[in-house]
């Protein structure tokens, strides 16, 4: 079987411990080096570098002009339209190695993400901006989602990006294939409990939509900005025990009662918040292997990911 090509994400220099920064240092993330790097294809980026900036360099900053937001270099000289530039040329670069994802540097006013300080006259009056090429690339790349790294220490936070990084390049691959009506199809059966754990209402109204469809190629784009959309809704421990509870009822009754005693007990302890989410996952996924029930065996909401990633391993916290 030929191997898929690795996922691609596109990360801050300097959190790949690339001597980048203002003072010529890193802010080298292991969570990015050693799992990211071992489970995806990383794809550096410093945009300060990129539009001529040295290392070591003086400090940069965000600066509130009546309503617009600059990016302004150490003598007050405006960054901002370099910085437009070089953004528009990434985010095509990365549109074409189909990046899947992006993890940019908290706080810097390039890359930080609602967590900058905005100037005025010199003065600080809020530490909520968010950096020129991070808003540029939102707004050019708006299906790839992104996360900061202090984002990534949630647990929660960081499966939600991690989720949306799957789907993306999942139905980045359908794209590339023009699939008829029964791919697509074959595509909603696999994500919709994945879908069903973030936002039941979309994961519904696409099955409706996808029941009167006769062209696939057709209906993909509709059908990607509705599916990436629901999946940007946060899941909750609640709608994924619903989801639990429902792939449990697929496995019918060649379960032994003992063993459906012992999921379901599993399941109980997901709810109560006393095991992590791929505990179940994993006791739900060898039922489905072990049974060779078909409803199961191909569902992304089993899916087996990369060890290191620590995907659904973690206790969930309100």
């Known amino acids: 079987m030929e191997q898929r090509p690795r996922i691609r994400i596109a990360v801050s220099g300097c959190l790949l411990g690339e001597e980048v920064r203002y003072d010529g240092g890193h802010r080298r993330s292991s969570y990015v080096t050693d799992a990211l790097a071992g489970a995806f294809e990383l794809v550096s980026e410093c945009p300060e570098v990129g539009i ?31 910085m437009d530039d070089y953004a528009q040329r990434t985010a095509a670069a990365f549109d074409a190695a189909r990046v899947a994802g992006i993890v940019l540097k908290s706080r810097s006013p390039s890359c930080g ?33 992104r996360i900061s790294e202090v984002d990534l220490e949630s647990p929660a936070r960081r499966d939600h990006w991690l989720t949306r990084v799957f789907a993306l390049a999942e139905i980045g691959e359908l794209a590339s294939g023009s699939p008829d009506a029964a791919t697509l199809y074959a595509f909603h059966a696999r994500w919709k409990m994945v879908l069903m754990a973030h936002s039941e209402r979309t994961a519904r109204r696409l099955g409706r939509f996808l029941a009167a469809t006769r062209d696939g190629r057709r209906a993909l784009p509709r059908y990607r900005e509705d599916f990436l959309a629901g999946l940007a809704e946060p899941a909750s421990v609640g709608k ?15 379960l032994d009662p003992a063993a459906r005693e012992r999921l379901g007990s599993e399941i109980a302890a997901f709810l109560a918040g006393e095991i992590p989410l791929a505990a179940p996952v994993r006791s739900l996924a060898a039922w489905a292997k072990r049974l060779d029930v078909p409803s199961l065996t191909d569902q992304a909401y089993l899916a087996d990911r990369p060890e290191p990633l620590g995907y659904r391993e973690a206790i969930y916290r309100a």
């Open 113 to 145: 993400m609602g967590d900058v300080k905005l100037h005025e006259s010199g003065a600080v009056i809020s530490e909520d901006g968010t950096g020129i090429f991070a808003s540029r690339l939102a707004a050019a790349l708006p299906e790839a989602p």
């Open 52 to 82: 001529g900036l040295g290392v070591p360099r003086p400090k940069i900053r965000l600066e509130r002009r009546g309503t617009v937001t600059t990016l302004l270099g150490s003598r007050d000289e405006d960054l901002t339209p370099l």
């Open 240 to 254: 994924h025990h619903n989801v639990l509870l429902h792939l449990a009822g697929h496995l019918g009754k060649p």
